[in-house]
């Protein structure tokens, strides 16, 4: 509940399709293929992200709640760097 996850036993992996093996057949490959692509932007970004507020890296000592707050928090900052250029950031 909460999570789409890749449909097994179909190729997932980008690589898989680059490869130019075989076209995407199908709702499910289409379904991997936009997945695993979706999954290889967020996990750039949680690196970016991570770099960038060393805090994230140190989060199992906080209570959740404060977790949350934190994650949050930074998640606004990143957003409000990136659509201000005015406050160009060269990490971004």
């Known amino acids: 509940m909460g999570y789409l996850k890749p449909y097994p036993e179909t190729r997932y992996h980008l690589a898989d399709f680059a490869r130019g093996s075989r076209p995407v057949h199908g709702r499910q490959e289409n379904f991997n293929k936009a997945h695993s692509s979706l999954r290889s ?4 970004t949680l690196g970016v992200w991570k770099k960038k507020w060393h805090i994230l890296s140190k989060m199992p000592q906080y209570k959740f709640k404060k977790q949350r707050s934190i994650v949050l928090a930074t998640m606004a900052l990143h957003n409000f760097i990136r ?4 406050r160009w950031d060269p990490e971004f």
């Open 83 to 86: 659509r201000h250029p005015s």
């Open 41 to 44: 932007v967020i996990e750039r």
